[in-house]
Structure formats: structure tokens, C-alpha cells
């Protein structure tokens, strides 16, 4: 069904746009999160995917009007609005043989979470995933998505976006512009 839905990806009209955007305060903030966590029982550790990923969701949040996809209904384009923000979360994983898969499971209206009730859903999307517990309805709904190539070195990527949805965001490595 990968394949599938990436041929399907064709089909739907997207326009791309790549911005460099400071990340230093996202820097500083992700480290005062995790000194605290280490304070807690709780451990645990924040990422720079959960923070962008609670971005994503506040900015949906905010702009619902970005939480919709392009249909053609009876032959005609059409605007489908998505009452709630399911978030896609990309996961390159590594199948037994060594070869990888990439997966894009979802956290379902994330518009209703607080911060620390996304960051452990998110957690235990991811633990569900490296452990194979991934059922049908994970996948099922995603109207936005992020992914990170950003994490293996890439700067910039143009990712597809699949039907149904209508953001992908794909965040790329973080690093000092040649220009510093």
C-alpha cells in the first residue's frame, strides 16, 4: 500500500516552500525542558521533532484554514476541511533483514493536547512502532505531516504529500549557515 499511496501522491497539487529559520532559541528552550525532566521522576527527554511537532500543532491550531486537503469530488476540485488536527509522524525504521521502512503513523487531534499530554502520546506512538504494535486506525486520518530528514544530515528535502492532507512540513538539519 506504500507504493500505492505514493503513485496516488502524484495526483495531488502541491507547491513547495523552503525557508532557513534561526534555531537557537529552539536550542535553548529544548535544553531547559530536558534539565528539568531530569529533575523528575518521569525522565524522559524532549527532541527537536517534539517541539516542532508541538509547533505544528499550536500553528494548525490557530489556523484551522491550513487543516485541509484538495479533493476531486464528481470531477470538480473541492477544499476538504478536517475538523480535527491528526499529525503524521515520519519513522525510519529497520526491518530485521536491514533493510529500512518509513512509516507515518499519527497523533490524533492533537488540537486538544497540552504540551506534556502530545510529548508522551508521541512517545508511545514511537515506542508502538519500533516494537511492531502499529495497528490500521494509526495510520488512518493524517491531515498534516512531519517529516525529518533533517536527523541523517539532510538540509533541505521536498517531501510528498500524500492525498488527503495538505502540509507536509520536512525539517531539515540543524546547523550554522555558511554565512556565521
Known amino acids: 500500500t506504500i507504493a500505492k499511496r505514493m503513485d496516488e501522491s502524484l495526483s495531488v497539487p502541491t507547491a513547495t516552500s523552503v525557508r532557513a529559520i534561526p534555531a537557537k532559541l529552539l536550542e535553548v ?10 529533575r523528575l ?11 516542532i511537532g508541538w509547533a505544528i500543532a499550536r500553528a494548525f491550531r490557530e489556523m484551522p484554514e491550513f487543516n485541509v486537503s484538495f479533493a476531486e469530488i464528481d470531477g470538480k476540485p473541492h477544499v476538504v476541511h478536517y475538523p480535527s488536527i491528526n499529525l503524521g509522524l515520519a519513522v525510519d525504521l529497520e526491518r530485521p533483514d536491514g533493510t529500512r521502512v518509513l512509516l507515518v503513523p499519527n497523533l490524533k487531534a492533537v488540537e486538544k493536547l497540552d504540551f506534556k499530554s502530545f510529548w508522551l502520546a508521541y512517545e508511545d506512538l514511537i515506542h508502538r ?3 511492531n504494535r502499529l495497528t490500521p486506525d494509526d495510520f488512518a486520518g ?21 492525498p488527503d492532507q495538505g502540509v507536509i512540513v520536512g525539517v531539515g538539519a540543524i546547523g550554522y549557515p555558511p554565512e556565521f
Do not use: Y
Open 41 to 51: 521522576t518521569e525522565g524522559g527527554k524532549v527532541s527537536f521533532t517534539h517541539l
Open 129 to 131: 512502532a519500533r516494537d
Open 29 to 38: 528552550n529544548r535544553l531547559v525542558i530536558n534539565n528539568q525532566l531530569l
Open 142 to 162: 493524517t491531515t498534516v505531516s512531519l517529516t525529518n530528514p533533517g536527523t541523517i544530515g539532510t538540509v533541505q528535502s521536498v517531501p510528498r504529500l500524500m
